[in-house]
């Protein structure tokens, strides 16, 4: 089954406590994206990779890192939360070819840092 | 700065009566519009892709058109399995980068039997 899968699915934290979040898709996608969902601030990008070892920032990138070392996992690295960081969690992937294409999202990832 | 705008934020409607989205946009160039549907708890599920002004995509009862300034989402006699939120994103023809997407607030649609 194509699919994107997240880990954890929900989690809660303390300020500065390093956390990673991963993504996995096996649709042999070449883009990948992160997003955060707020409420009535929709869905905005903080990072999008379109290819292995090739990674940009998107609207929201500050306090965060990723790293592309292979197609298939696009992990999102939080070296020191802080509470503004709690948010929902989205991962996404897609054919690319000079354009993106649709967007397969994983389920979500429910952060909390206190 | 490029920006999308979605309205109304909150949609209310009956069974049967038809109705439309509106995401209006303002990009340097337009690669391309597309819509999601995202469920309470879930991720977004891809709707339609439009890449030129005039273009239209239907499924269901749900039909997508887009100009040069906007796009609508019609909504056919829904049915209360439409209700959901529904996302529009732009992918700016810009140089530096092609892989940036700008998602609207998105509006919350309720249809009641």
């Known amino acids: 089954e194509a699919q994107v899968t997240q880990n954890p699915r929900y989690l809660i934290t303390v300020t500065g406590k390093k956390l990673t979040v991963t993504c996995s898709q096996n649709m042999n996608h070449e883009y990948m994206s992160w997003y955060r969902q707020d409420p009535g601030l929709g869905l905005r990008q903080i990072y999008y990779s379109m290819n292995v ?27 020191s939360p802080s509470p503004n960081q709690t948010s929902l969690y989205f991962c996404a992937s ?19 840092v206190t | ?35 999601y549907r995202q469920d309470p708890g879930k991720g977004p599920e891809f709707l339609f892709t439009l890449y030129s002004a005039g273009e239209e995509k239907e499924k269901e009862r749900l039909k997508a058109t887009l100009t040069k300034k906007e796009s609508f989402l019609h909504i056919t006699a829904p049915k209360p399995e439409d209700s959901a939120t529904y996302l529009c994103a732009v992918q700016a023809r810009t140089t530096d980068s092609w892989g940036k997407l700008q998602f609207g607030a998105g509006t919350q649609v309720v249809v009641t039997p």
């Not at chain 1, 090739?54 to 992990?75: A, C, L």
């Not at chain 1, 897609?94 to 909390?112: D, K, W």
């Not at chain 2, 989205?21 to 519009?33: K, P």
Request: with cysteine; proline share 5%.
């Open chain 1, 94 to 112: 897609s054919l690319a070819s000079g354009r993106v294409h649709e967007q397969y999202f994983g389920p979500g990832t429910r952060l909390t």
């Open chain 1, 53 to 79: 070892e090739v990674t940009d920032k998107g609207d929201v990138p500050e306090g965060y890192k990723v790293s592309r070392k292979e197609k298939r996992n696009f992990p999102l690295i939080l070296e």
């Open chain 2, 1 to 35: 700065e490029d920006q999308v705008t979605q309205s109304p934020e909150a949609l209310r409607l009956q069974e049967g009566e038809s109705s439309s989205l509106n995401c209006s946009y303002t990009v340097s160039g337009l690669r391309g519009l597309f819509w």
